[in-house]
Nanobody
């Protein structure tokens, strides 16, 4: 069973940077895409960035040019480099992986990012 564990969150001032990490365990060889999501209080979880097995990336419009998603060669880790952070980026960040056509139903605990103005 594939599981994910996020880390790297913290509290920063506006304009600061953080690098989130996600460790994937289990049948990682079957994964064909990985993604980062976030959820802030009172809002639905939203997709922030994604990367396919082939290296294609996609981003939420509001983070384009500031966030970069990457993964290691083993596919066991996915990262989110976040620069020029803004207060509206404050949220709990989660990662997820896609196996075949389905993303995992279960989520990790996430990692909290807090950006102060």
């Amino acid at each position: 069973q594939v599981q994910v564990a996020e880390s790297g969150g913290g509290s920063v001032q506006s304009g600061g940077s953080l690098r989130l990490s996600c460790a994937v365990s289990g049948r990682a060889l079957s994964i064909n895409a990985m993604g980062w999501y976030r959820q802030s209080p009172g809002k639905q979880r939203e997709s922030v960035a994604g990367i396919t097995l082939g290296g294609q990336t996609s981003y939420l419009d509001s983070v384009k040019g500031r966030f970069t998603i990457s993964r290691d060669k083993t596919g066991n880790h996915v990262y989110l480099q976040m620069n020029d952070l803004k207060p509206e980026d404050t949220a709990v960040y989660f990662c997820n992986v896609r196996i075949g056509s389905r993303w995992l139903d279960s989520w990790g605990q996430g990692t909290q990012v807090a950006v102060s103005s």
